[in-house]
């Protein structure tokens, strides 16, 4: 019965969940379902939620609410799966009395069996915790072809004061090594593979008693398919020497790391329960690049956490100009419940945090365009991702931005490519893009 219905899926949230609705999109293509983008037609639209902060939940109602208006049309079944159900089912039952299937984080293989249980008995369904937490290879890649995410691990063991996660996806579980070869072997040519996880530098020690992540990059590295690997959510208290010395001597390891560190001032990463120090942040960024010269460092930083002081504020802008990373991201402090800064005095007024994050974004667009200058000028390899017609010339990444959040390049070119490589001479830089051209271009340049 199922293959004769159309199904939309809609992914909301971080680039895990986007490689959890992939899976998902798996396991549909691999049924024989039909898949559709055009949510008027489907019968059954499956929203994947991410319920990490208050906005995010939002979010997810208000796209779950927006998918049920479309009852009205050709939708039959409606399902909730993720994040949201996983943490707030009790919650969410009754009033969300729209939806007809509820699942959570780990049991995607009882899609079908909750939808024809939904369609014999024309009864909701609630499914949350029915399934297991089984390795899922096909996937259906939402990515840019020569783009893909690749997810070792799910969970947290950090239990940092002001997060969700272990409540939502519980402890951390490094997948088996083999099964991630194999999937990103089944991925085919791929120019780009990013390595996520909620701490990627973490791989191992809960599978096989002790961090493996240096190897698995290594079999990784030496998978043809693969051209080259991206590392995002590496913690700062497990980069260890051997992984900046496979960083470095790795020619397929992009010589970028997505750190996030949270907070600058001792007192606040404390209350954090982060495990770093100041002083120990700034020695490791050091230490990375006495190692590998070229390394481009991104970072993420809470504003705004309860009892944190002007002072500490200003001294994670002072942080900022002496760390010099080249792209970061800044977050309000989210009040969460069920979270142990959620009853910290005092909470910190919104306004206030509203104006610290915007006054740590000028900080950081300073800093962001001074390092982007140096490259004007000068040749850089650029991975194109596409065409911007908006702006009607291609658009790309060098190796110090990943996709989504950090900058890009815009370039002319002769000829572009998709997925292909490109020789990109820089003519001008911002505070968060590059602007250039190749060397065979010979129109005019209008950037």
Do not use: W
């Not at 370039?411 to 893009?433: H, L, N, P, S």
Request: net charge negative; with cysteine; hydrophobic share 35%.
């Amino acid at each position: 019965m199922l293959k004769n219905k159309q199904f939309g899926v809609i992914s909301l949230g971080c680039d895990k969940n986007r490689v959890d609705s992939e899976k998902l999109l798996g396991l549909l293509k691999a049924r024989g379902c039909t898949l559709t983008d055009d949510l008027s037609k489907a019968q059954i639209v499956i929203v994947n939620t991410c319920a990490f902060l208050q906005s995010a939940r939002e979010e997810a109602i208000e796209t779950i609410l927006e998918c049920a208006s479309y009852k009205d049309g050709n939708l039959e079944k409606l399902v909730v799966t993720g994040c949201l159900p996983q943490k707030f089912i009790d919650e969410l039952y009754t009033p969300l009395s729209e939806v007809d299937v509820f699942m959570g984080i780990n049991d995607y293989e009882k899609i079908f069996e909750a939808l024809e249980n939904s369609y014999a008995n024309d009864a909701r369904q609630n499914y949350v915790g029915k399934g297991k937490d089984g390795y899922i290879h096909d996937r259906v890649l939402t990515t840019d072809e020569h783009v893909a995410y690749l997810k070792i691990a799910d969970g947290c063991y950090n239990h940092c004061t002001y997060c969700l996660i272990p409540k939502i996806r519980g402890k951390y579980r490094s997948y088996p090594m083999e099964e991630l070869l194999k999937e990103a072997e089944d991925l085919g040519e791929t120019a780009e593979l990013i390595i996520v996880a909620q701490d990627t530098t973490r791989y191992g020690e809960d599978l096989y008693g002790k961090n493996v992540f240096v190897e698995l990059l290594q079999k990784l590295s030496a998978l043809e398919n693969i051209q080259s690997i991206r590392l995002l959510y590496c913690y700062p208290d497990v980069i260890t020497d051997a992984l900046i010395e496979e960083i470095a001597q790795n020619d397929k390891i992009v010589k970028y790391m997505d750190i996030p560190l949270q907070h600058s001032e001792d007192r606040v990463l404390k209350l954090m329960n982060r495990k770093g120090k100041r002083e120990g942040y700034l020695a490791l960024f050091k230490k990375l690049r006495e190692r590998i010269p070229e390394i481009a460092i991104r970072s993420t930083f809470i504003s705004g956490f309860p009892t944190e002081t002007e002072a500490e504020f200003e001294g994670m802008k002072a942080f900022l100009k002496e760390a010099k990373l080249i792209n970061c991201g800044f977050f309000a402090y989210s009040r969460e419940p069920d979270t142990g800064a959620y009853r910290m005095q005092p909470q910190i007024h919104h306004a206030t945090k509203k104006r610290r994050v915007r006054s740590l974004y000028e900080e950081q667009a300073n800093i962001s365009k001074e390092l982007l200058s140096a490259f004007v000028g000068k040749e850089v390899e650029v991975l194109c991702d596409g065409i911007d017609y908006e702006k009607g010339c291609f658009v790309g990444r060098a190796y110090f931005s990943a996709p989504d959040i950090d900058g890009k390049v815009y370039f002319y070119t002769a000829e572009g490519m998709q997925g292909k490589r490109y020789r990109v001479y820089i003519d001008r830089a911002d505070c968060y893009d590059l602007y250039g051209h190749t060397q065979d271009y010979e129109g005019e340049l209008e950037l």
